[in-house]
């Protein structure tokens, strides 16, 4: 019996997501005269975790504030595929591109410091076709997110960096995302909460069917989690594979692992 | 015996004027405190609507209260095209801060001109059956016309509690005043969201106008009176707070009501402002400042 209700329960998230995905090509971005990004290609298939690596400054939170439509690229494309329909996302406003269902969870988390942290949830249901799940998708937050459940009605702005992460996270399910951005989520924390976050992100993955693009500098803890992965090096990618592939590679030996 | 008597009428007195006050100042408390804009034209706008409430019981014999809640819709279309405007013309451009002052400076003294050719200086009134009575608890006695001010005030400041803290637009208000991207998104458009708050704004002056026109006779240029009282009112209370509003209006509403009573109405305002210097100095956040 227990089982059963298990199952039916995982089993509620699942939706048809076969052949969708998000493809950025060759596109070149930048701020103002400084150009950031050149020639960058990557896709992002339904079911996937993928995480962007690069240390700081390469250009990682540029490609993802170019698929959220906060920057333009001055050359190449993006584009969503949904239920084989393609969707042009260049040119496109954020508003438009948070309706589609892309859920960004921005580098230094962004809460609303003096709501509560049930406000801060609820006003990641804010978009219209979040609001159906509400209940479900709240229930799921406080299950996943015991302490967030213990901290329901206490300003975000007064928790702890890894509680403030999980509620961003958090917040991020309650937009019902059929894509979730998250934007290099272990700054600033102790190893032993990035690892427990890492833990989460992929259960979360799992429970939800979610669809991950992570930008990361935590090579050893990104790529435990990841399918695929690139390396972003001066807004080049200078290496896309798949995880044991990535592990491999000898730019992350470099930066990472010291040799 | 009579020193008892008159501070408890004083007391009373103050509550009532307070509960009217914060009426008064909730529209500045929400602009200032959410959307960063010292709408100075706030109380210009009150008057505007208690011309309105007249033109409305005096022409057609409405309630003033009813008036004041029925002008509160075309108000809000009026706060959404002026923030439109204001948007476009300053915010967009980052030339908020002294320009957008003297934007709504500007708005004052067309409003007041405005009342002015119309209607001329003379002070202008409404009728209602009830205006004339007062009921009479024990020692105090409470007339009508400053009773049910004091009602509709707290009564409006609940239903803006709620709509901030409850709803999703309410939310959205007070989240794209702490982190508009944040709120971006979430699919919330700020600009958007930034009217609605104005909007509200303004139907509260509709209301707060009605009320206005209850307790007294009004002319024109009357909202000049209030301009000192409700800034000091909103900060004290917090920009934004609701709450705060409330009880640092009936605060001021107590000490002015006191000190005209047993010193001298001339240093009302007086003792308002040292209150304010007080608590500012003792809490820069104000009473409820989050
Ligand atoms: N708003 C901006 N205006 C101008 N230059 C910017 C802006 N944001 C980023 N840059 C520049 O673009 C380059 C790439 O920055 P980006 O934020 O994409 O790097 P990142 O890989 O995300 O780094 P980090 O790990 O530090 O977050 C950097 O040289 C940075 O200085
Ligand atoms: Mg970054």
Redesign the interface.
């Known amino acids: 019996m227990g089982a059963r209700a298990t199952s039916l329960k995982t089993l509620k998230w699942k939706r048809p997501t076969l052949g969708n995905r998000i493809v950025v090509e060759n596109i070149d971005a930048g701020y103002g005269a400084v150009n950031v990004l050149h020639g960058v290609s990557m896709e992002l298939n339904a079911g996937e975790t993928v995480v962007l690596l690069g240390t700081n400054g390469n250009g990682k939170s540029t490609l993802i504030k170019c698929i959220?439509g906060l920057v333009r690229p001055s050359r190449g494309r993006i584009a969503m595929e949904l239920d084989g329909e393609t969707i042009e996302l260049t040119g496109k406003r954020?508003?438009d591109i948070?309706?589609y269902g892309i859920?960004?969870v921005?580098e230094g988390r962004?809460?609303?410091?003096?709501?509560t942290v049930r406000?801060n949830l609820?006003?990641?249901?804010?978009?219209?076709a979040a609001r159906p799940h509400i209940a479900r998708n709240l229930e799921f937050c406080f299950e996943a997110f015991p302490r967030l459940l213990e901290r329901k009605n206490q300003?975000a702005g007064s928790m702890s960096g890894g509680e403030q992460q999980m509620l961003a996270l958090a917040?991020a399910i309650m937009?019902h995302p059929r894509f979730l951005l998250v934007d290099e989520p272990s700054v600033g924390l102790a190893p032993i909460l990035v690892a427990h976050l890492f833990e989460k992100i992929k259960e979360l993955k799992e429970r939800r069917d979610l669809t991950i693009l992570m930008a990361e500098q935590n090579f050893n803890q990104a790529t435990k989690i990841a399918d695929r992965g690139y390396i972003i090096v001066e807004g080049k990618i200078a290496f896309a594979g798949d995880r044991s592939l990535l592990r491999e590679h000898h730019l992350v030996k470099k930066y990472y692992l010291g040799a | 015996m009579l020193t008892l008597d008159l501070f408890v009428n004083a007391i009373v007195a103050g509550i009532l004027l307070g509960g009217f006050l914060a009426a008064v100042s909730l529209g500045i408390s929400i602009v200032f405190g959410y959307l960063d804009i010292v709408n100075i034209a706030h109380p210009a706008f009150v008057v505007l609507g208690s011309y309105a409430v007249y033109i409305l019981n005096s022409t057609f014999g409405i309630d003033p209260l009813l008036a004041g809640i029925a002008m509160a819709a075309p108000f809000y279309l009026l706060g959404i095209l002026i923030y439109r405007f204001y948007y476009a013309f300053f915010e967009r451009h980052g030339a908020e801060s002294l320009r957008g002052l003297v934007f709504f400076f500007g708005i004052l003294f067309l409003v007041e001109v405005g009342l002015n050719i119309t209607y001329g200086v003379d002070y202008r009134m409404v009728n209602a059956f009830y205006l004339g009575k007062s009921i009479e608890i024990g020692l105090v006695g409470i007339p009508y016309r400053l009773l049910i001010p004091f009602v509709a005030g707290v009564a409006m400041i609940f239903i803006v509690y709620l709509y901030l803290s409850k709803t999703f637009y309410g939310m959205a208000i007070q989240g794209v005043a702490q982190d508009s991207l944040a709120a971006r998104l979430m699919g919330a458009d700020p600009i958007k969201i930034k009217s609605v708050a104005f909007g509200m704004g303004m139907a509260t002056a509709s209301v707060a106008g009605a009320l206005l026109i209850m307790i007294s006779p009004i002319e024109p240029s009357m909202g000049r009176e209030y301009i000192g009282r409700v800034f000091a009112i909103a900060v004290l209370g917090g920009m934004g707070s609701v709450v705060g509003t409330l009880v640092a209006a009936v605060l001021l509403g107590i000490a002015e009501s006191l000190t005209s009573t047993f010193y001298s109405p001339s240093m009302a305002p007086a003792v308002s402002f040292g209150i304010l210097l007080l608590v500012l100095a003792i809490r820069p956040s104000g009473i409820f400042g989050r």
């Not at chain 1, 962004?110 to 709501?115: G, N, R, T």
């Not at chain 1, 609820?122 to 219209?128: I, Q």
Request: net charge positive.
């Open positions: 959220m954020l508003e948070v309706n859920i960004l921005p962004h809460l609303f410091p003096k709501l406000e609820l006003m990641g249901a804010f978009r219209m300003p917040r937009s």
